[in-house]
């Protein structure tokens, strides 16, 4: 690719891709609200608030590609949420509509389907199944993507991500973390695949304790190398196990089920 925008670039997983991306394209446009400090040589920095559609749509000219990170990406009061996940995916919709339509990673979630239980393992033709206002934030985003591809032919991959960091942190992470590693790999295919429509695809790496069954999105050419199991030793010796009827062991988003509607104050 030329250009490739990745949005949320201050954040956790933006940060990280920003560097781990860097050979996907002759230039990286790097946005968020906060400060991304120095651009490198390969890079342009630009400040954009999601929720302002012409700034959106400024962002998006001239960019071959899309891998969006941005908005809130923890519950929170409704009106951050609407501003950023609603309001925003909106206008990065319509701004690559009306940019040559280039092919996206849309930031989904595991929360969208979070109140499924940890004792199921689902697929991803399920109903979603929301845990609170971001993971319904995340559905409205997966239905905008499916739409505009049905619609007008946008391509983009929903990626519900589990949780990627270095390592898990507990014992639900066993199941739903996702390495760096694999992740860069899962988006190198993504943008290399010919044809890639609007799947939905489960974030995690080749955990044995797995939730998530991405067999529909083979022909998608992502083998994911890592597996928790090399840290359940340690889990398991540092972290205290919660109880049976805990929300983190009952259901699959984990504490985001019991957390409450957060006010605006």
């Known amino acids: 690719m030329k250009r490739l925008l990745i949005t949320g670039a201050a954040g956790g997983l933006g940060s990280v891709m920003r560097t781990r991306l860097a050979h ?10 906060s400060d991304m400090g120095e651009a490198a ?3 342009e920095i630009v400040q954009c608030d999601l929720g302002d559609a012409q700034a959106v749509e400024a962002l998006v000219e001239g960019c071959d590609g899309i891998v969006h990170f941005g908005g809130k990406s923890t519950e929170g009061p409704w009106s951050v949420i609407n501003n950023a996940n609603i309001q925003g995916v909106m206008n990065l919709y319509e701004a690559a509509r009306k940019h040559g ?3 996206i990673l849309f930031a989904s979630s595991n929360h969208a389907i979070g109140f499924y239980p940890q004792s199921q393992v689902i697929d991803n033709t399920v109903y979603p199944r929301p845990d609170g206002l971001y993971g319904i934030s995340k559905v409205f985003g997966e239905a905008v993507a499916n739409a505009y591809h049905d619609k007008f032919g946008q391509e983009t991959a929903i990626v519900r991500i589990g949780s990627s960091f270095p390592e898990p942190a507990n014992h639900r ?4 973390w996702l390495s760096y590693d694999d992740f860069v790999r899962m988006i190198e295919r993504i943008f290399d695949v010919p044809k890639l429509g609007c799947p939905i695809i489960y974030g995690a790496s080749a955990n044995s304790a797995s939730f998530w069954d991405n067999s529909k999105v083979d022909w998608l050419g992502w083998r994911p190398q890592d597996n928790s199991e090399q840290f359940r ?3 398991d010796a540092t972290t205290p196990k ?3 009827d805990a929300a983190d062991v009952l259901y699959q988003g ?3 089920c019991t957390d409450g509607i957060h006010s605006e104050d």
């Open 254 to 256: 984990g504490l985001f």
């Open 242 to 244: 919660p109880a049976p």
């Open 24 to 33: 996907l394209a002759d230039t990286l446009r790097l946005s968020d609200m």
């Open 173 to 176: 992470m066993l199941s739903t």
């Open 233 to 235: 030793a340690q889990i």
């Open 101 to 103: 339509m280039p092919r």
């Open 41 to 43: 040589a390969n890079e």
